[in-house]
C-alpha cells in the first residue's frame, strides 16, 4: 500500500498541471501590430515593450523553478506523514 501512495506522489510531481502558485503571475505578450508603418512609428515603444517582456518571462520562470522546489519539499513531507496514518489505520 506504501509503494503505491509513494508512486502516486512521485506520478504528480512528474506531471506538469500548469497550476504551480498564484504568486507567479504569467507575463502578457506585448502587442505587436501588424502594419509595418505602425511598427515604424511605434519602434520605440515596441523594443521597450519587447524587451520589458522577455526580463518579466525570465523572472517568471525563476518563480515558477522556486514554487516547484518548495511543493516538491513538501510533497515530500506530506507523504512521510501520510505514511505514519497509514500505520494507525492498518
Known amino acids: 500500500m506504501h509503494e503505491k501512495i509513494v508512486g ?28 509595418v508603418e505602425d511598427i515604424s512609428a511605434y519602434a520605440g515603444l515596441l523594443k521597450q515593450d519587447i524587451e520589458a ?9 525563476r518563480c515558477i523553478d522556486t514554487e516547484r522546489g518548495k511543493v516538491f519539499v513538501e510533497a515530500e513531507r506530506v507523504t512521510e506523514e501520510f505514511e505514519r496514518v497509514l500505520e494507525f489505520i492498518e
Open 8 to 35: 502516486c506522489v512521485v506520478a504528480c510531481l512528474a506531471t506538469d498541471h500548469g497550476a504551480v502558485s498564484q504568486s507567479c503571475l504569467r507575463p502578457i505578450p506585448p502587442f505587436v501590430p501588424e502594419r
Open 53 to 61: 517582456y522577455f526580463a518579466d518571462v525570465q523572472s517568471y520562470f
